[in-house]
T-cell receptor, first 118, second 111 residues
Framework: GAVVSQHPSRVICKSGTSVKIECRSLDFQATTMFWYRQFPKKSLMLMATSNEGSKATYEQGVEKDKFLINHASLTLSTLTVTSAHPEDSSFYIC??????????????FGQGTRLTVV | GESVGLHLPTLSVQEGDNSIINCAYSNSASDYFIWYKQESGKGPQFIIDIRSNMDKRQGQRVTVLLNKTVKHLSLQIAATQPGDSAVYFCAEKTGGFKTIFGAGTRLFVKA
């Protein structure tokens, strides 16, 4: 299957700093990528849809100024957690579907990024 | 609003037995469903999918059943193995690109 890669897999940062997480589609182009957040023993919660060349679409309740998304190319989307606080600590996961594929095709997921804010 | 949920939060089965994981969805407009497996500290891994014009689909050791009348989805794993231990999520798409996840079921396989 297609490969989606996230970097870093684990990051610890101090409160008040910003952290950037990268999501890359390695063997296909993706005009759309998605960012999820997952708390321990909980499901994945969709945060936003990352659109190549345009603004991201955020889900209700997600602060767009807090979670900055940039999708500058067909293979890279970044999520920046700005002015991080301990409550931002979580597991962040990105996904992408093949560009031009049938609309109802499975999404491929990155390996996730464990963010710990101290 | 839209939601995809699961009946059982945990399931414990004996190695070699069959496992059945259930899922209920509320959006009757959903037209594509996927089961994912997630191991600790990793991203979800695709297992099997089914479109709304089908009621059953089989893969290797896995079968997905879809009952649109009662908006119910299930995943059957034959001859469950220790490597099947993980959290399983059903997910749905409604004519678009978003994948919305259910609550998840943790499967424990006893040796």
């Amino acid at each position: 299957g297609a490969v989606v890669s996230q970097h870093p897999s684990r990051v610890i940062c101090k409160s008040g700093t910003s952290v950037k997480i990268e999501c890359r589609s390695l063997d296909f182009q993706a005009t759309t990528m998605f960012w999820y957040r997952q708390f321990p023993k909980k499901s994945l919660m969709l945060m936003a849809t990352s659109n190549e060349g345009s603004k991201a679409t955020y889900e209700q309740g997600v602060e767009k100024d807090k979670f900055l998304i940039n999708h500058a190319s067909l293979t890279l989307s970044t999520l920046t957690v700005t002015s991080a606080h301990p409550e931002d600590s979580s597991f962040y996961i990105c996904s992408a579907s093949r560009q031009g594929g049938a609309m109802n095709t499975e999404a491929f997921f990155g390996q996730g990024t464990r963010l710990t804010v101290v | 609003g839209e939601s995809v949920g699961l009946h059982l939060p945990t399931l414990s089965v004996q190695e070699g037995d069959n496992s059945i994981i259930n899922c209920a969805y509320s959006n009757s407009a959903s037209d594509y469903f996927i089961w994912y497996k997630q191991e600790s500290g990793k991203g979800p891994q695709f297992i099997i999918d089914i479109r709304s014009n089908m009621d059953k689909r089989q893969g290797q050791r896995v079968t997905v059943l879809l009952n649109k009348t009662v908006k119910h989805l299930s995943l059957q794993i034959a001859a469950t193995q220790p490597g099947d231990s993980a959290v399983y999520f059903c997910a749905e798409k409604t004519g678009g690109f978003k994948t919305i996840f259910g609550a998840g079921t943790r499967l424990f396989v006893k040796a």
